[in-house]
């Protein structure tokens, strides 16, 4: 449900704004661009490539920004293999199939064409075809179904209108559900409808289900600078700041963020920035499953304040990393061996380039790695009070120093047996918190409410009580109880999922634990078994 109440009063300044020139001026290129499409677009045609040229011929604005090509990348694809363009197109719009489905093929088709058509010559090379734009196709073959999709707009619209749909990155049906509610709600609006109509031109799609009216809408709540101007005429000459991509705007993100996303308390949360910022250095040790590595990652985006991925770098240890993959040596070239940077050497460069800016380095399973062997002489240049300080490394004769302004975030999993103590000359550089299954936290419960199933229900009471029994185990503990993140994410709980997570992840981490205790591994191998059979 939506707050209509919030609505109703943005909707007082929208009618204004649709009023204004301003809209013709920014706007109003939605329905022009849906009219040009919906003339020309004939998925049958003999030179698809003519007909996808001219059907995109409108769609500057939605298909194409700094950076990002979608509409170039997929004409281009049209002209190399027409057909397979074609049957893509065809697949797309198959209403017989789950959208979601349908989306996630048509863009690895994408990736094939890309690999099959485009000279990369080891370049970043992209084909654009993520969500937005795949949606932006569906909107414009049959808007008076699809809406497009994108992710910081829907999500700001939820938070706006403080809907309970969860708008997740890639999530497009809880979207398309939102901008459902909106859309029914314009409709009973017969002063914007009618105003509406009057600024559609003959050169505009007519938008007969305000599909188009709602995109517009939701726009208008995310982008504050087009609600800053008073609907008069003088506006159209002010100023106004128009993103041609949203996938290029950089997502803010703050604290209140993170404990949406992230099932902790505020006092973990807390603890953790505490630590990170005292020390530079922070582990985040836990059970499988308890969302360290998701945590890490939203750790970083809080404390900057935005999603900026270009300041996070993410490695995985493991037995053969080495120095020279760190920090820096000797590999294999063409002709005999060449020195190269390694992962960390090279974000310490980069980062201390921005010295006003925060940079994160995460490790996945940092103490699978020979941490000495690693880290090197680096093991005193990540201390706080070493930061900035100049040393020679091993392999070079210019001098490194590990910025003030980078952070190292490492997680560690508890229940690997097969692994010694973390190294102590790392152990006490970092500080350590740890994390516990949050199935009893507010944000789970609320999580777990939404997706309205008893069977769900049932089966996590069983994995709490699960946790308990491990816990009181002697040779277990709560560093091997089972997490929470086995359970997060689903778009919608079916029998399926539920079988197949307890079938293939639950039931085979018991078995492992319990390899030696079998009295233990049957009493839940049958109290888990009605949830991994066939549900009745």
Same mark, same amino acid.
């Given at each position: ?49 003519? &007909? ?15 950076? +990002? ?34 989306? #996630? ?19 970043? %090379? ?60 314009? +409709? ?134 080495? %120095?020279?993959?760190?920090? &820096? ?33 995460? #490790? ?47 997680? &560690? ?124």
């Amino acid at each position: 449900m939506i707050n209509e109440n919030r609505l109703k009063e943005i909707l007082v300044e929208y009618k204004k704004f649709l009023a204004s020139p301003l809209w013709e001026q920014y706007e109003k290129f939605k329905w022009v661009a849906l009219k040009t499409f919906q003339d020309n677009w004939k998925p049958d045609a003999v030179d698809f490539a003519d &007909m996808l040229e001219k059907s995109l011929a409108d769609t500057s604005f939605l298909l194409a920004g700094d950076k +990002r090509y979608p509409a170039k990348m997929i004409k281009g694809f049209a002209k190399d293999a027409p057909e397979e363009v074609r049957t893509m197109f065809k697949h797309l719009t198959d209403e017989s199939r789950d959208v979601a489905e349908r989306i #996630i093929e048509f863009k690895e088709k994408s990736d094939e064409l890309l690999a099959k058509y485009v000279n990369t010559d080891g370049q970043n %090379y992209h084909h654009y075809q993520d969500v937005n734009a795949i949606s932006t196709y569906l909107w414009l073959i049959n808007p008076n179904k699809y809406y497009i999709y994108k992710y910081s707009v829907a999500k700001d619209a939820a938070k706006f209108l403080e809907s309970e749909y969860q708008i997740k990155r890639g999530n497009i049906k809880n979207c398309y559900a939102l901008y459902d509610e909106i859309c029914a709600y314009l +409709r009973t609006d017969k002063d914007l409808t009618d105003l509406l109509h009057l600024r559609l031109t003959d050169d505009c799609h007519k938008d007969p289900e305000y599909k188009t009216l709602t995109v517009d809408v939701a726009f208008y709540i995310f982008y504050p600078a087009l609600r800053k101007t008073d609907g008069n005429e003088d506006d159209a000459h002010k100023p106004v700041e128009i993103p041609l991509a949203e996938e290029e705007k950089i997502e803010k993100y703050d604290k209140a963020d993170f404990l949406n996303e992230v099932f902790i308390s505020e006092e973990q949360y807390d603890l953790m920035t505490a630590v990170l910022h005292d020390k530079k250095n922070l582990i985040l040790k836990g059970a499988p499953g308890v969302g360290k590595t998701f945590a890490a990652k939203r750790l970083a985006y809080a404390i900057m304040g935005e999603k900026d991925e270009s300041r996070i770098k993410f490695v995985q240890f493991h037995q053969n990393y080495s %120095y020279e993959d760190f920090i &820096m040596g000797y590999k294999p070239s063409e002709n005999g061996f060449a020195l190269k940077e390694g992962a960390f050497y090279k974000f310490c460069n980069l980062a201390a380039k921005e010295p006003d800016r925060d940079f994160f380095f995460i #490790i996945d399973e940092i103490n699978r790695g020979n941490i000495s062997k690693i880290f090197g002489e680096l093991l005193m240049l990540i201390e706080k009070d070493y930061r900035g300080t100049e040393m020679t490394l091993a392999y070079s004769d210019k001098p490194f120093s590990v910025p003030k302004n980078l952070y190292i975030i490492g997680m &560690m999993n508890t229940a690997d047996r097969s692994l010694a103590m973390i190294d102590y000359a790392l152990r006490r550089r970092f500080g350590f918190v740890e994390m516990e299954p949050a199935f009893e936290s507010d944000g789970f419960q609320l999580y777990q409410k939404s997706l309205n199933n008893p069977t769900f229900d049932s089966l996590i009471k069983e994995i709490v009580n699960l946790n308990l029994d491990i816990t009181k185990d002697d040779a277990l503990g709560k560093g091997f109880c089972i997490g929470h993140s086995y359970f997060c994410n689903w778009e919608e709980c079916t029998e399926a999922k539920i079988r197949a997570v307890v079938k293939c992840d639950i039931l085979p981490t018991l078995e492992e634990y319990w390899f030696d205790n079998a009295a233990s591994l049957q009493k839940w191998c049958n109290a888990l078994k009605r949830y991994s059979d066939d549900i009745r």
